[in-house]
């Protein structure tokens, strides 16, 4: 049973709109979450991450929110660039062992 | 180049043979990770090291052996291969653990075994 969910295979937005990426996990233990962007043929990078004491981080165009009542987190990029078409993996930290554990990631398209 | 860097970049192998993928690091990070990534599997940890003659069992080891004799260097060997492992094979480096710090991943070798 996956323990990060990012439920949406895919998301198409356009130029300068707001793109909202999605991820759920199970466990309210988890303490430490990131988001990673790969583009093909490419490894994926660190995008942002944000700690289960914050609600929120930014950094540029890219905020991370966390609602930890929900189990929720989001990535939200504004204004979208077609440059952001790329997957979108969330991981997660998993805990003392510090292994984590990743969503499938979401395909994001966006169109000029 | 800086940076981490795997190779070969694609290979097709045999059932039976035995491959190594290549990985090399130049930050010094400590810790070095094999995943692999599969269609609806995403990334799974196969083999990680926190330091150099330290590895330790992922999610997915079976058929799998690594060795770490200097921090740079983490080859990732398929002592016998079967078509299920074919796969893109990612390797990564970190200053401090998965979650600790960012992992930096290389461009992924593409393994396909007939």
């Known amino acids: 049973d996956q323990q990060v969910k990012q439920n949406s295979p895919s998301l198409s937005v356009q130029e300068g709109r707001i793109s909202i990426l999605n991820c759920d996990y199970t466990?309210?233990?988890?303490?430490?979450f990131l988001w990673y962007k790969k583009y093909p043929a490419e490894g994926p990078t660190f995008l942002i991450s944000?700690?289960?004491i914050k609600d929120k981080n930014e950094d540029g165009r890219f905020t991370v929110f966390l609602n930890k009542s929900a189990k929720h987190l989001s990535l939200h990029i504004v204004p979208s660039q077609p440059g952001d078409s790329a997957v979108y993996f969330c991981?997660?930290?998993?805990?003392?062992?510090?292994?984590?554990?990743w969503g499938l990631g979401t395909s994001l398209a966006v169109n000029p | 180049d800086a940076g981490i860097t795997q190779s070969p970049r694609y290979k097709i192998t045999e059932t039976g043979r035995q491959v190594t993928l290549m990985c090399h690091q130049t930050?010094?990070?400590?810790?070095m990770f094999w995943y692999r990534q599969d269609l609806g599997h995403g990334l799974r940890l196969i083999y990680y090291?926190?330091?150099?003659?330290?590895?330790d069992k992922g999610e997915v080891p079976d058929g799998y052996v690594v060795s770490r004799s200097k921090t740079e260097n983490f080859p990732l060997t398929l002592e016998s291969a079967t078509r299920s492992q074919t796969s893109v094979y990612f390797c990564?480096?970190?200053?401090?653990?998965?979650?600790?710090?960012?992992?930096?991943f290389g461009n992924g070798t593409r393994l396909t075994v007939t």
């Open positions: 991981a997660v930290n998993a805990g003392n062992n510090r292994k984590l554990i």
């Open positions: 466990n309210s233990m988890f303490d430490y």
């Open positions: 944000i700690s289960s």
């Open positions: 930050w010094s990070h400590s810790y």
């Open positions: 090291s926190a330091a150099a003659d330290i590895t």
């Open positions: 990564a480096s970190s200053e401090s653990g998965q979650g600790n710090s960012p992992l930096h």
